[in-house]
């Protein structure tokens, strides 16, 4: 069996979540997201777990498993928690700011970028240098922060740039002058 496709989903206080055929519905204090599930995994809900098994020994139902495990697992800790990333610029005049429903980055290039704020994501600026994302969909939270570092990834000289608050950027050593 699989390692974390065998482990129990603990339902928090407050969160439920709803099998109908070949899809789970998960509805809690920040929001509700649902996922479709395909036919070689079934999800049983029992009292305040959730349990995932699978129909039959294939490869390919082995790897479902584990995943529409995490997946359940990642919405029922975004409707009870949410998720957050926080984004850091670097380099001298590149800031960020908000103005309406639109992200503004001037990152050194001649004009703005303008970036479009959803609904189902919140996005916040602390002192024109951190750029904190937030979202109850883990996936749609890494993709927003993805795009918004793709406008300028940290370059290895300098380490001007877009990156995420975690991440280390490997410095190189220019060029030495010597002939």
């Given at each position: ?157 300098k380490g001007k740039g877009i990156k995420y608050e975690d991440e280390h950027v490997r410095r190189k050593i220019g060029k030495s002058g010597?002939?």
């Amino acid at each position: 069996m699989s390692r974390i496709g065998r482990m129990p989903i603990k339902i928090p206080q407050g969160v439920t979540v709803t099998v109908k055929k070949n899809e789970v519905s998960v509805e809690g204090p920040k929001g509700k997201l649902s996922q479709k599930v395909r036919p070689e995994v079934d999800v049983k809900v029992d009292g305040d777990t959730v349990t995932l098994t699978r129909k039959n020994e294939s490869k390919y139902a082995k790897s479902l498993h584990g995943l529409y495990r995490n997946l359940i697992n990642n919405m029922v800790i975004g409707v009870s928690e949410g998720f957050k990333r926080t984004l850091l610029i670097n380099g001298v005049g590149y800031r960020a700011e908000i103005s309406g429903n639109t992200l503004i980055i001037n990152v050194g290039y001649s004009n703005p970028i303008h970036y479009p704020i959803t609904e189902d994501i919140k996005i916040s600026v602390e002192g024109n240098n951190s750029i904190t994302v937030e979202g109850i969909d883990k996936q749609r939270v890494g993709q927003v922060c993805a795009e918004i570092r793709s406008f300028r990834p940290p370059e290895p000289y300098k380490g001007k740039g877009i990156k995420y608050e975690d991440e280390h950027v490997r410095r190189k050593i220019g060029k030495s002058g010597i002939k």
